[in-house]
């Protein structure tokens, strides 16, 4: 198995797999056979990310193929002068240029959407914004301020549904305790599928940070 090792003076090894290459990161004095080592104890996880990220979804819609909208595949054209829609496609000036098309043409059903399941939880966030994140589908911090990745516009709208939801309880839980998830089950109750569901569609916090089809 290939990888690439990445010396730090970080204090621990961990494995990342990102567009179909494994990264290891590694303190800087830590031996190439602890590294080793440590790789074939993760080799079975490796290997199903890198059959995840193999699968030919994933390959259309990041060769600029497709494009997902609230779960649904629809062509996608890059290169126009506009950026603008039709039913079954979008035409697009480039890859970068679909961030800004879906914040401004959807990001208000998120915040929408939020505000809406804040009744329903019965806790209201200090305010609610959309971020570019790299890794995670939302944030909440400790003075109520959620930060929501603008790609959920993308997801199938219950796994959207669950985001939102799972961020509005860290108003009343900000860790992940047993405490939380039981709030999350009071309002979604099956979450536990839902969530599992999610973990495919992580590729797509990949996408669309440059103007060029990766």
Aim: hydrophobic fraction near 40%; glycine fraction near 6%; charged fraction near 25%.
């Amino acid at each position: 198995m290939e990888y690439s090792i990445q010396r730090s003076r970080r204090r621990t090894l961990v494995i990342t797999v990102s567009e179909g290459k494994v990264f290891v990161k590694a303190p800087i004095g830590i031996s190439d056979a602890v590294i080793v080592s440590f790789v074939e104890n993760k080799r079975t996880w490796i290997e199903k990310k890198l059959q995840a990220q193999e699968n030919p979804k994933f390959s259309q819609i990041r060769g600029g193929l497709k494009i997902l909208d609230a779960g649904a595949e629809k062509q996608v054209v890059f290169g126009g002068q506009k950026n603008f829609e039709t039913s079954d496609t979008f035409f697009l000036k480039d890859f970068r240029a679909v961030r800004k098309y879906f914040e401004k043409t959807r990001g208000w059903i998120l915040t929408e959407m939020l505000y809406e399941f804040s009744k329903k939880v019965g806790m209201v966030p200090q305010s609610v914004a959309l971020h570019d994140f790299k890794a995670r589908w939302g944030s909440c911090d400790v003075g109520g301020n959620i930060k929501l990745n603008w790609r959920l516009t993308m997801l199938p709208p219950q796994l959207r549904d669950y985001v939102l939801i799972h961020e509005l309880c860290h108003l009343k839980e900000m860790n992940h305790s047993a405490a939380f998830w039981r709030l999350v089950a009071r309002h979604c109750p099956n979450y536990k599928t839902l969530r599992k569901e999610l973990k495919s569609y992580a590729f797509l916090t990949l996408l669309y940070r440059s103007a060029q089809v990766a």
